[in-house]
């Protein structure tokens, strides 16, 4: 599955209008952007310079968390050198970003009435403004939001969620995975579509179970893109066409939205 998108792709040097420090290693950047902000869709996402020296040399990407007017906000959360950077910067800086990039999710499909969006970490940061669109749309939302421990749960913007941690500080003890299994019999009946962003385990885990349950599934796959263009080969994916052959494709141009039947993920 690939959605077609805008391909008009912009450079531009964004200001910091705020950056809202959540936890200790997640937070929020709003970039006034009026040239993009309008243009992008549910599920796309950016690539980010984080500072103007060569180290570290190249762009980070991140999902659009929410459009607000004329505004983009990012969530980041620090896991290196180029989040850390991300982590404390100061408004009125400015970053060298690339947008929009990648597909979106299939938020206009009519084969669903009831929207499930399952994040794992930093995975939550594109279901803001999924759930958004998805309402507007007529759709019903449930969330399902998991993370290694309750300091690590962020739920801004979301309604309706249902909450996981795999210590059992908040919500169901496990993964969101199983939490989803134990909630799928209330929801018999209903038509139901799955998106999901999270940990390649975690998503190779629901793949397979939304497959074996057959419900429609995409999922926004994480991955270093330091182009987000196709230039530096660096996201091969690899996906199974229908006639069950597997192809290498990169991610930044393929997706990185992929239908869970397609993406073939390391065991």
Do not use: W
Not at 1 to 10: A, P, R
Not at 18 to 24: A, G, I, V
Not at 167 to 187: E, H, M, Q, R, Y
Not at 191 to 210: I, Q, T, W, Y
């Amino acid at each position: 599955m690939q959605i077609e998108t805008d391909n008009e792709i912009f450079d531009l040097a964004l200001e910091v209008i705020s950056n809202e420090q959540l936890t200790p290693s997640i937070n929020v950047i709003v970039l006034h952007a009026p040239e993009v902000a309008s243009r992008f869709k549910a599920g796309q996402f950016m690539e980010i310079k984080v500072n103007d020296s060569l180290f570290p040399l190249l762009r980070r990407p991140f999902s659009i968390h929410r459009v607000v007017g004329e505004q983009i906000e990012i969530m980041s959360k620090v896991v290196g050198i180029g989040t850390r950077i991300l982590y404390r910067v100061k408004a009125g800086e400015t970053l060298q970003t690339l947008a929009p990039l990648g597909n979106s999710f299939g938020y206009d499909k009519d084969d669903f009435d009831l929207g499930i969006l399952i994040s794992g970490g930093i995975g939550v940061a594109p279901m803001a403004m999924l759930e958004e669109t998805l309402r507007a749309r007529g759709k019903d939302v449930l969330n399902i939001v998991g993370a290694r421990t309750a300091e690590e749960l962020v739920t801004r913007y979301l309604t309706n969620v249902h909450l996981a941690t795999d210590d059992g500080t908040a919500g169901f003890k496990g993964n969101v995975v199983s939490l989803f299994s134990s909630i799928l019999p209330s929801l018999k009946g209903k038509r139901l579509r799955v998106f999901a962003c999270g940990p390649n385990p975690m998503l190779n885990a629901l793949s397979k179970f939304c497959n074996a349950h057959e419900i429609p599934c995409e999922v926004s796959i994480e991955s270093t893109m330091g182009c987000g263009i196709g230039i530096c080969y660096g996201c091969p994916v690899r996906i199974k066409d229908a006639n069950g052959k597997v192809h290498n494709k990169l991610l930044c141009q393929y997706g990185s939205v992929i239908d869970a039947r397609e993406i073939v993920f390391e065991e």
